[in-house]
């Protein structure tokens, strides 16, 4: 494990299908700093702290693999009504840590991005574009921001953006919602969701276009174990391992109260780590419901994050100076105890 941070955690016995050397994905915290995560290695440290001034103000961060490139939205005024939002890009490759630039404005794109009062709070790097729902939780609007590019060069030289109603095509139909998290399948091109309300979904993209197709998957109802040993619906933030031969979720806790009675009984700000069993197919549950309880739990970390991106092939290896999560030795210490207790226990409780 990096120096230079406080990376809380606790490993439980859970066995995953993904290589832990390709497992290495992004996350942006509260702060608008850039960490690097792997669940499997027990791992997270600070790589790029962005140096923006507006707390919380930055969300729906994806990851270019094959570029080696982040993205994600930012709100560079304070939260509020007919907010407008910009579109920010760090080039690992070719700038060091802090070393933003902005890849698109509302004003460039014409749209804001968002919502009018929302951030998008998901989004995933596919085919040269970047995949989103924005914040207004009854929108049946996929949204694809194109980026156009010099020849084979990795310098973006323009945008435009593309918005797809899930809702005019055949089949099942798009349950809407807060986010949540999306991720993208670059393998299959299938686009898998996961919303504040527990849906749990996909989306074949390749089948955009042509609306006599069907081309959303209910996948099933996400719950977590709560402390009496009984389920919460829950929402988690998502990214592929770099292979895709697993799915992760995270838990975050971005308000006290949504943290109540979870396990481990987190605050404010933190995060719990999930693979999602056999997740390409719908949940095998008659009630329709996908429980992941402590089995499934693969790291506990502070701090969580607003969003999770995609997977490096090659990780970031050393951490860069950025602020610890303010979180107390006696507190991390009792919360892994009490994992432990619960752990050592777990086949009583439901599955």
């Known amino acids: 494990m990096a120096?230079?941070?406080?990376?809380?955690?606790?490993?439980?016995?859970?066995?995953?299908?993904a290589d832990p050397a390709k497992t290495f994905f992004y996350g942006i915290a509260n702060n608008n700093t850039i960490y690097q995560v792997n669940p499997l290695l027990n791992q997270q440290f600070?790589?790029?702290?962005?140096?923006?001034?507006?707390?919380?103000?930055?969300?729906?961060?994806?990851?270019?693999?094959g570029r080696d490139q982040f993205f994600f939205f930012y709100n560079p005024t304070?939260?509020?009504?007919?907010?407008?939002?910009?579109?920010?890009?760090?080039?690992?490759?070719?700038?060091?840590?802090?070393?933003?630039?902005?890849?698109?404005?509302?004003?460039?794109?014409?749209?804001?991005?968002?919502?009018?009062?929302?951030?998008?709070?998901?989004?995933?790097?596919?085919?040269?574009?970047?995949?989103?729902?924005?914040?207004?939780?009854?929108?049946?609007?996929?949204?694809?921001?194109?980026?156009?590019?010099?020849?084979?060069?990795?310098?973006?030289?323009?945008t435009s953006i593309e918005n797809h109603d899930l809702n005019t095509y055949s089949g099942a139909k798009y349950a809407p919602g807060m986010y949540g998290d999306v991720a993208i399948n670059a393998k299959t091109g299938v686009l898998y969701g996961s919303t504040t309300n527990g849906n749990y979904?996909?989306?074949?993209?390749?089948?955009?276009?042509?609306?006599?197709?069907?081309i959303y998957t209910d996948l099933g109802e996400i719950q977590t174990l709560n402390d009496t040993g009984g389920y919460v619906t829950s929402g988690l933030q998502l990214s592929f391992s770099a292979d895709y031969s697993s799915l992760f979720g995270a838990r975050f806790c971005n308000e006290a109260a949504n943290c109540t009675g979870y396990v481990p009984s987190a605050k404010d700000g933190d995060g719990v780590y999930f693979e999602i069993p056999d997740y390409n197919n719908p949940t095998h549950n008659t009630d329709g419901t996908r429980q992941l309880g402590l089995a499934d739990v693969l790291y506990f970390g502070s701090p969580g994050f607003r969003d999770l991106g995609g997977s490096a092939t090659v990780p970031i290896n050393e951490a860069v100076?950025?602020?610890?999560?303010?979180?107390?030795?006696?507190?991390?210490?009792?919360?892994?105890?009490?994992?432990?207790r619960r752990a050592s226990g777990s086949s009583s409780l439901p599955r």
Do not use: E, H, M
């Not at 600070?46 to 507006?54: A, I, Q």
């Not at 070393?99 to 404005?105: D, E, F, G, P, R």
């Open 78 to 158: 304070a939260q509020g009504q007919n907010q407008t939002y910009d579109l920010r890009f760090w080039n690992r490759k070719s700038t060091g840590p802090g070393s933003l630039q902005t890849v698109a404005t509302s004003t460039d794109v014409g749209d804001p991005l968002g919502s009018r009062n929302r951030i998008p709070t998901n989004a995933a790097f596919y085919n040269d574009s970047l995949w989103y729902f924005d914040g207004d939780p009854t929108s049946t609007i996929l949204r694809q921001l194109k980026l156009t590019y010099n020849g084979a060069g990795d310098t973006i030289s323009g």
């Open 46 to 65: 600070p790589v790029n702290p962005t140096g923006l001034g507006v707390d919380q103000g930055s969300n729906g961060i994806a990851y270019d693999t």
């Open 3 to 17: 120096s230079g941070c406080l990376c809380l955690s606790l490993v439980l016995a859970k066995p995953a299908q």
């Open 201 to 214: 979904y996909k989306i074949n993209l390749g089948l955009l276009g042509d609306t006599s197709n069907p």
């Open 321 to 340: 100076p950025g602020p610890l999560p303010a979180l107390g030795l006696a507190t991390a210490f009792g919360w892994s105890r009490r994992l432990r």
